[in-house]
């Protein structure tokens, strides 16, 4: 079974850094392709960042490029994003999603729980 | 950015119904379109990949149909489990995004 579980969400001052991490289970890490998608009342889904199974290959969406960075440890099965430089519109619960391929994403074919991650002073 | 239209917003229906949501594309997204069901306080989960493919596990009342800029998500006959936001997402083009959802609701 596919088990996906992030942590490391929590109250954050504006300007502030985070480190998420979402520690995978229940399918071959390597061979997937790995997304964090956010999910706020107002703007609903976002997609925020995508890493290929082989970790070379990452992208952004334009709203968090050069604060965020997505990276995996495949010996540990565990994705990351570290949020740097956060604002009030970075809150939102960030829930990591594994794609069935390995080098494109875009079909999320199994979810984490979400953490909750809140940019306010 | 691609820009995914949902419609209705929401719907109000009855057990038994046919559902029918539409997700319009402003731009053509050939046939990179997913349906996801989301109920509140879960993760969403994938219910139809590629426009038109049953994710393994999915009952077969749910369906997608489409290509280009049109697509349309059905579900046969609605259960009192299907309670729930449904959101369509395109993936031709990064950034990917999601459609606004459309939230159903019981008469």
């Known amino acids: 079974e596919v088990q996906l579980v992030e942590s490391g969400g929590g109250l954050v001052q504006p300007g502030g850094s985070l480190r998420l991490t979402c520690v995978a289970s229940g399918f071959r890490f390597r061979s997937s392709a790995m997304s964090w998608v956010r999910q706020t009342p107002g703007k609903g889904l976002e997609w925020v960042s995508s890493i290929s199974g082989s970790g070379d290959l990452t992208h952004y969406a334009d709203s968090v490029k050069g604060r965020f960075t997505i990276s995996r440890d495949t010996s540990k099965n565990t994705l990351y994003l570290q949020m740097n430089s956060l604002r009030a519109s970075d809150t939102a619960v960030y829930y990591c999603?594994?794609?069935?391929?390995?080098?494109?994403?875009?079909?999320?074919?199994?979810w984490g729980l979400g953490t909750l991650v809140t940019v306010s002073s | 950015d691609i820009r995914m239209t949902q419609s209705p917003s929401s719907l109000s229906t009855s057990v038994g119904d046919r559902v029918t949501i539409t997700c319009q594309a402003s731009q053509d997204i050939r046939n990179y379109l997913n349906w996801y069901q989301q109920k509140p306080g879960k993760a969403p989960n994938l219910l139809i990949y590629?426009?038109?493919n049953l994710e393994t596990g999915v009952p077969s009342r749910f369906s997608g149909s489409g290509s280009g800029t049109d697509f349309t998500f059905t579900i046969s006959s609605l259960q009192p489990e299907d309670i729930a936001t449904y959101y369509c997402?395109?993936?031709?083009?990064?950034?990917?995004?999601f459609g606004q959802g459309t939230r159903l609701e019981i008469k």
């Open positions: 997402q395109q993936y031709n083009n990064l950034p990917i995004t």
């Open positions: 590629d426009a038109s």
């Open positions: 999603a594994k794609d069935p391929r390995s080098s494109s994403w875009g079909v999320f074919d199994g």
